[in-house]
């Protein structure tokens, strides 16, 4: 079992910058990729960034350019800088790790809210 937990979140200004930050704890050995998902109220929980032991990275086109994911293979750590951020940006992220056998694992989620 994989546990994951995220830290971060909060209220930033249109424009403004947060990071987030998640850790894993458990079977972290495991683990082949780490990255996450935001919720809007009343909308699907989408793929933000993901990044592979292998070192693949994806973003979805709403947030190249602004968000920057990055990790700690070691630790088993996953950040996501998000800059320049918009009020459509606004959800609840969530970490999600897999593991070899393509079990997924969630955080609790982090709230982000941009907003005036």
């Known amino acids: 079992q994989v546990q994951l937990v995220e830290s ?15 850790a894993a704890s458990g079977s ?3 683990i082949n990729g780490m990255g996450w998902y935001r919720q ?5 929980r989408d793929m933000v960034a993901f990044i592979n032991t292998g070192g693949r990275i994806d973003y979805t086109d709403s947030v190249k350019d602004r968000f920057t994911i990055s990790g700690d ?16 940006d ?11 056998m393509y079990r997924s694992f969630w ?7 941009v907003s005036l």
Request: aromatic share 8%; charged share 15%.
């Open 28 to 30: 972290i050995n495991s």
């Open 107 to 113: 955080g609790q989620g982090t709230q982000v809210t």
């Open 73 to 88: 293979n070691a630790k088993k750590t996953v950040y996501l800088q998000m800059n320049s951020l918009k009020p459509e």
């Open 90 to 100: 606004t959800a609840v992220y969530y970490c999600k790790a897999y593991d070899r």
């Open 8 to 22: 971060g979140g909060g209220l930033v200004q249109p424009g403004g910058s947060l990071k987030l930050s998640c």
């Open 40 to 44: 809007a109220p009343g909308k699907q």
